[in-house]
């Protein structure tokens, strides 16, 4: 008998996913580009062997498929993807589905749908999350594409997904894009998140003098109360940990710079695209980018020498405070930009069932997920996050320790670039009358380009203009 679903590119996620689906009792097809890997991945599959058909080939592997066909791609987005859908097309009958379970950028997912359906093939964009171990035993799974493409598939999809409390953690949100632009936005809450942390990791050490076992020990407190998180969690059990090598702490020997495979950088692309900003993603991004330039750091620490005129340190429950009221500020920025994308593809996307999806299986899953796909599901002025009744109330208590935490970290020396920019986002949306009058005057001042005015209709000039248009 043939197999349910195929599966070509048996990587880290692709071998973890098929072994999922097989571990389900559907017998799943595969393939790799490098072919020894297929008799390598069955011959270790163990007991989960029996559901799996190796194929050596796209013919046999094609041919081995109950029709219409269902084949999941698991290799690197971009020409890698490209090159492979080019490959297995001729092989290919009129309704087979191409499910892209990469990271894929959603302006390709979209092109890629509109093409692929203009030749009779359907096509699925799926962004999974929750690394390898998420990929094996159970990932957050978001689905776009058209709903009668995915239909003959769903059942796989939620039998492998994560479950929260029996829900399971998958969902088709949208037509084309809608999966592949969840996906990137919650990485992007992934990267705000995890810079965070890694903020409060800076004062803890370098404002604090704490080592990472006592900042381990924190986060593992941490975890236990409002901070429950498979972040947080991770992060305390990564400060816990010893380089075998030299017996010190793991992270004191890793190198400070990190790199960024794109989804965080696209998020903040696309939402400055969508005339948002989600300044916490991007401080975030930024800080990767700056990380990346050690060498003009290690110089700046020789050039740029000050002594900051140093302020009160903080509290651990400030900190907990301040970092769980940012961690609100960047959902709710990321959540910001899904109702743009929304309005803008017309994808009519539930931003409740978004949170839910995310609740377990993703690496942004936190006990904040159900409180948020609460407040979508009840009254929320503006569509905001931050004006809901039950966020309100909690960035409201949090606030103080976050302006304590950003106000010691400026005036001990210490870079709080994503703490700082939650604060100035919940500032900002706190001031009825900002400053951007004067930006108005500046604009009409050189560019004659009018303003309104508060007490009348219509568009305005100052008193300074040349030529008023
Ligand atoms: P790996 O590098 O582990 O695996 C890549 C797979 O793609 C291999 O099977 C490889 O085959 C195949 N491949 C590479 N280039 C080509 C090509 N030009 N043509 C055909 N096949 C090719 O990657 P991952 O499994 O980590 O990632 C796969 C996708 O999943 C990416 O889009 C990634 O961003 C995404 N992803 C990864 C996550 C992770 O935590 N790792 C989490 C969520 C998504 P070969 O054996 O021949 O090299």
């Known amino acids: 008998d043939k197999a349910a679903i195929g599966l070509i590119g048996l990587g880290t996620m692709g071998s973890a996913l098929a ?67 080019e490959a297995l097309k001729p092989f290919l009958d009129q309704g087979d589905t191409i499910i892209d379970a990469g990271n894929t950028n959603f302006h390709d997912t979209r092109r890629r749908d509109a093409a692929l359906a203009a030749e009779g093939f359907r096509f699925i964009g799926m962004g999974v999350s929750g690394g390898e171990e998420g990929a094996r035993f159970g990932p957050s799974i978001m689905v776009g594409g058209p709903v009668e493409s995915f239909t003959p598939i769903e059942p796989i999809i939620m039998a492998i997904a994560a479950k929260y409390q029996g829900d399971p953690c998958a969902a088709h949100l949208g037509p084309d894009g ?100 989600a300044s916490t993603i991007e401080a975030a991004v930024g800080a990767r980018s700056w990380s990346a330039v050690k060498d003009v750091r290690e110089a700046g620490a020789e050039i740029l020498k000050v002594t900051p005129e140093g302020g009160a340190s903080v509290s651990e429950e400030d900190l907990a405070e301040a970092l769980l009221a940012a961690r609100i500020l960047a959902y709710a920025q990321g959540f910001d930009i899904l109702t743009a994308a929304s309005e803008t593809y017309k994808w009519d996307l539930d931003m409740a069932r978004v949170a839910e999806i995310w609740r377990a299986g993703c690496i942004i899953r936190s006990a904040l997920l159900d409180d948020i796909s609460a407040a979508f599901r009840g009254d929320m ?82 008193p300074w203009a040349m030529n008023p248009k």
């Open 178 to 277: 809608a999966g592949h632009f969840v996906k990137t936005v919650h990485n992007g809450i992934e990267y705000a998140d995890m810079q965070l942390i890694a903020e409060v990791w800076g004062i803890l050490r370098d404002g604090q003098g704490k080592s990472a076992a006592e900042a381990g020990a924190l986060f593992d407190r941490w975890n236990e109360g409002d901070l429950k998180s498979y972040l947080v969690e991770i992060t305390g059990k990564a400060l816990g940990s010893v380089d075998a090598e030299t017996g010190k702490a793991m992270v004191d020997i890793i190198l400070d710079r990190a790199g960024q495979k794109g989804t965080g950088r696209w998020t903040v692309i696309e939402a400055l695209g969508l005339g948002q900003s």
């Open 19 to 85: 072994l999922n689906i097989a571990d389900n009792g559907y017998k799943i097809a595969v393939t790799n580009r490098t072919v020894s890997r297929v008799a390598e991945f069955t011959r270790d599959a163990g007991d989960l062997a029996k559901n799996l058909v190796g194929c050596d080939d796209i013919a046999s592997f094609v041919a081995s498929l109950e029709t219409p066909r269902a084949i999941i791609l698991m290799v690197p987005a971009g020409q890698a993807f490209d090159d492979q859908i």
């Open 381 to 462: 002025p503006k569509g905001r996050l931050i004006l809901a009744p039950a966020f309100a109330k909690r960035l409201i208590a949090g606030s103080a320790a976050l302006r304590r935490v950003v106000a010691s970290a400026a005036m001990n020396g210490q870079p709080t670039p994503a703490f700082s920019a939650a604060l100035a986002y919940f500032d900002t949306m706190r001031q009825a009358r900002g400053t951007t009058d004067l930006v108005q005057a500046q604009r009409d001042f050189f560019g004659a380009h009018g303003f309104e005015r508060v007490d009348q209709p219509g568009a305005h000039h100052g």
